[in-house]
């Protein structure tokens, strides 16, 4: 069975740092390139960016340069993502997804997703 | 960026009916244009990818159709379990952008 297991929720200060971890199993880690997507509250969905597991590039969303990084451990079968100087607003539900290519060209969908880690920013 | 924009925003609908919601994008994404469902305190499950491909395990009353910038998703026949909120996305370019969902509720 595939699966994407993320940590649990955190609850952060202002200007703090946040890791969220998701862990795969059920497939080899390397062939799937893993997204992160966050859902304010009782808002849509939001792309944050992508990590290649296999090579580790990255594709960051733009309104998040310089606060975002991304990475994997693939002894382990675990992505990261790590989202600094935090604000009110980061407040959110953040998401892994699996990146699936459906075609050889650029189709690419999310087909597994995490249960979701809450992360709250609060004073 | 490419915008996703849906609708309706919400709508009512009985056991039985069938649903269609429309998903226009800002640009031309020829077929690069995915379906999620998510539920309450749920992540998102994909439905349908490349706009009309059933993703594995969906049940065949949902549909996708369009080409372009405009797109449907219909539901032939709803079920109780299809009250949910669906969310288009496009896979043209990055960054990823998503519709801002249309909530299926009971009427």
């Known amino acids: 069975q595939v699966l994407l297991v993320q940590s649990e929720a955190e609850v952060k200060m202002p200007g703090a740092s946040v890791r969220v971890s998701c862990k795969a199993s059920?497939?080899?880690?390397?062939?799937?390139?893993i997204s992160w997507v966050r859902q304010a509250p009782g808002q849509g969905l939001s792309w944050m960016g992508w990590i290649n597991t296999e090579n580790g590039d990255t594709n960051y969303a733009q309104i998040l340069q310089g606060r975002v990084t991304m990475a994997r451990d693939t002894s382990t079968g675990t992505a990261y993502m790590e989202l600094r100087s935090l604000r009110s607003d980061d407040t959110a539900v953040y998401y892994c997804?699996?990146?699936?290519?459906?075609?050889?060209?650029?189709?690419?969908?999310?087909?597994?997703w995490g249960q979701g880690t809450m992360v709250t920013v609060s004073s | 960026d490419i915008q996703m924009t849906q609708s309706p925003s919400s709508l009512s609908a009985s056991v039985g009916d069938r649903v269609t919601i429309t998903c226009r994008a800002s640009q031309i994404i020829t077929n690069y244009l995915n379906w999620y469902q998510q539920k309450p305190g749920k992540a998102p499950e994909l439905l349908i990818y490349?706009?009309?491909r059933l993703q594995s395990g969906v049940p065949s009353r949902f549909s996708g159709s369009g080409s372009g910038t405009d797109f449907t998703l219909t539901i032939s026949s709803l079920q109780p379990e299809d009250y949910a909120t669906y969310y288009c996305q496009q896979s043209y370019s990055t960054p990823r952008t998503f519709g801002q969902g249309t909530k299926v509720e009971i009427e």
């Open positions: 997804a699996r990146r699936l290519i459906y075609d050889s060209s650029i189709g690419r969908a999310f087909d597994v």
């Open positions: 059920g497939y080899i880690f390397t062939t799937y390139g």
């Open positions: 490349a706009t009309s």
